[in-house]
């Protein structure tokens, strides 16, 4: 594993799979699984492989520049990009970016456009992303960013070549956390329980909310991945939901991360809406839109 200079490793597998993929870059590359520093730092990695003359030797010029995010042909969307100018529409930003698109890159290898957490963009900018797609823009690659191809649009994953980082290891989640996600499913099965655990005051914080929603989400990649194979009781629990219903689940995990990076929110809400949501015929079979936030506890 080869370590980024914030730290943050990437598998040497995922390397050799990119060096081989450089040959023809696709347009477009969903990297899903791991992390989410570890999806940014595969991606940068992407960036320099295909840029450097040594397939990212991560000590020239342009991978130094790379990795300090400062490559003329390197370009990052996330939160930083579109609050840089709060008064401008996120769509319009993006429309911005068509021009620099249309043009070939400034160096001798490809201009690479980075999506940080593309399971969150809006969807009308998802749509012209998809657009985009649909010309083919010599010379610039795409990276999106997701925790599983599910969440993002299907057909931009039709036009992606999908990489897949090392899943997390759900199985090394604090005990806490393993107690509360245990509860929250002996609730959807019985309806007992879970309300005398978050009305406990002071029981739920933020941090085990945020430890709870983590091994939620390790544990859905797991049950999406394998199955009935999966290598935890939680996995295999999750996996007995079906497609439909883990679907749902990664919503419901969305929005209460959403809710969850609100700081007037109190984090029981949002645990108790995540508890009650999952509740037979709560959902319905279509994909829900993503609240705020919960607004009463039930």
Same mark, same amino acid.
């Given at each position: 594993?080869? &370590? ?10 995922? +390397? ?50 790379? /990795? /300090? ?8 969307? #996330? ?16 429309? &911005? ?19 940080? !957490? ?15 797609? /649909? !010309? ?13 191809? !599910? ?15 090392? @899943? ?5 989640? !604090?005990? #806490? ?7 929250? +499913? ?7 329980? @879970? ?23 390790? /544990?859905?990649a797991q049950a999406l991945m394998l199955g009935a194979s999966a290598p935890t009781a939680i996995a295999k629990r999750l996996a007995k939901l079906g497609p439909a ?5 990664? +919503? ?19 645990? #108790? ?26």
């Open positions: 594993m080869n &370590a980024t200079g914030d730290g943050v490793g990437v598998d040497g597998q995922v +390397l050799a799979r990119m060096r081989t993929l450089s040959v023809r870059p696709p347009q477009s590359l969903v990297l899903e699984g791991g992390t989410a520093p570890e999806r940014v730092a595969a991606a940068l990695a992407w960036a320099r492989t295909v840029n450097c003359g040594q397939k990212g030797c991560g000590t020239c010029g342009v991978c130094r520049q790379i /990795e /300090e995010r400062v490559f003329r042909d390197l370009i990052v969307v #996330d939160k930083a990009f579109f609050e840089e100018d709060p008064k401008t529409p996120n769509t319009d930003k993006i429309r &911005a970016l068509l021009p620099v698109w249309g043009q070939p890159p400034h160096g001798e290898g490809s201009r690479v456009t980075i999506f940080v !957490e593309a399971q969150d963009l809006h969807p009308a900018i998802a749509n012209l992303l998809l657009k985009t797609l /649909e !010309e083919p823009r010599p010379g610039n690659v795409f990276v999106l960013l997701a925790p599983q191809r !599910e969440r993002l649009l299907q057909t931009l994953v039709s036009r992606s070549f999908v990489l897949t980082l090392p @899943w997390p290891q759900a199985g090394q989640a !604090e005990p #806490d956390a393993q107690d509360w996600v245990r509860a929250m +499913l002996h609730f959807w099965d019985t309806g007992q329980g @879970w309300f005398e655990r978050t009305g406990n005051k002071g029981a739920a914080d933020r941090p085990l909310a945020l430890r709870i929603l983590a091994l939620c989400q390790a /544990e859905l219903g883990l679907r749902r689940f990664d +919503l419901v995990l969305a929005a209460a991360q959403d809710a969850l990076n609100q700081p007037t929110v109190m984090p029981a809400l949002v645990l #108790d809406w995540m508890a009650t949501s999952m509740m037979p015929g709560v959902i319905p079979a279509a994909p829900v839109p993503r609240p705020k936030a919960p607004a009463h506890r039930a």
